[in-house]
């Protein structure tokens, strides 16, 4: 029996989550968390297998998280299921210390799978993002602007690329404006971009938005 821990502080999300997952007679939901705060002390009391991660949540979140779950129980599976399609933000998960990375658009047929493969001690991820791994490994950190970013900016970053206002990455990442504000300066700093217009010709020119992304 695969014993889960959803965190997710969509209630939404977690009741289809938990409707999925239901009739399988391997998967037993032993817990919930809506934020960072939940999530580590479920990690401190453990009694559970694998843990289902929204990267985007109330408190402690995305890649920092999975950092401070991996040095405080370095056994415990890892599942990311998050709105982010970018590779990148697989890609930094994974190397944060995650198992596997689903978008919850892919939930409804893939997510049975990816939490049998991920608890078996199996990698989890689609070809694109083994493929960024790749060049990960193959490519200088320095050959790549955004690779110079923290993992905050760089959310950052993606959110203001894909036309996400200041006030709206602030809310969804549970964040002051000014923080965000400090994080844009900081990010154009690094990549020496004077304009969001350069920022975004990068991001397309990389792959790291699609430019008929709505």
């Known amino acids: 029996m695969i014993k889960i821990v959803i965190a ?16 399988a007679p391997d998967i037993d939901i032993v817990g919930e968390a809506i934020d960072g705060f939940e999530v580590l002390n479920h990690i401190r009391q453990g009694g559970f297998d694998l843990l289902l991660l929204d990267l985007s949540m109330p408190g402690r979140s995305g890649i920092e998280l999975i950092r401070q779950i991996r040095s405080e129980a370095p056994k415990l599976a890892i599942l990311i299921l998050t709105m982010h399609e970018e590779e990148q933000y697989a890609v930094r998960a994974i190397r944060a210390g995650a198992q596997g990375y689903l ?3 892919s939930a409804g047929t893939q997510l049975l799978g990816a939490i049998r493969r991920v608890a078996a001690g199996r990698p989890y991820i689609s070809t ?9 490994i193959m490519l200088p950190n320095e050959s790549l602007l955004h690779k110079q970013l923290s993992d905050r900016e760089f959310e950052v970053f993606s959110l203001l690329v894909a036309g996400k206002s200041i006030t709206e990455i602030a809310n969804g990442l549970h964040l002051s404006v000014k923080t965000v504000s400090t994080h844009k300066t900081r990010i154009m700093q690094k990549m020496g971009m004077n304009s969001l217009s350069e920022m975004v010709q990068y991001a397309v020119a990389h792959r790291l938005l699609s430019p008929f992304k709505t």
């Open 8 to 23: 997710d502080d969509h209630t939404i999300m977690r009741e289809g989550l938990k409707r999925i997952l239901d009739g």
């Open 103 to 105: 978008t919850k658009e």
């Open 128 to 136: 694109e993002v083994a493929e960024q791994l790749a060049l990960n």
